[in-house]
């Protein structure tokens, strides 16, 4: 996120933005996860001889609940929605916490 956003914090300001980052991390991945699926499987059945590990937030979704892939991507949207808000929060709590920097806003 810093580096597409050229940001240039410094070790202070990145300590108040982990939280933030991480949560942001995750919340990409999973959305990622969601929308590649498909092209992902068929490039896992198609590609390189030897195949390719599915490694997916899809995956182990489905397979840690007992589910098919549709439903796990179903069950994975309110798990980024709530991300969402998290971030929301987090992202208020920096600002109050950094005193208005507008580095970090």
């Not at 179903?74 to 998290?86: A, C, K």
Request: glycine share 6%; charged share 30%; proline share 2%.
């Amino acid at each position: 996120m810093r580096f597409s956003m050229d940001l240039h914090l410094t070790d202070a300001e990145l300590a108040h933005m982990r939280p933030l980052e991480q949560n942001c991390s995750k919340h990409l991945s999973v959305v990622n996860d969601i929308y590649s699926w498909e092209k992902e499987v068929q490039a896992a059945q198609t590609g390189h001889r030897e195949g390719a590990a599915l490694c997916s937030a899809v995956k182990v979704m489905a397979e840690s609940a007992g589910l098919d892939f549709a439903a796990a991507k179903r069950i994975l949207w309110p798990m980024v929605r709530e991300w969402e808000l998290v971030h929301e929060e987090l992202g208020g709590r920096v600002e109050s916490e950094m005193g208005g920097n507008e580095r970090v806003k």
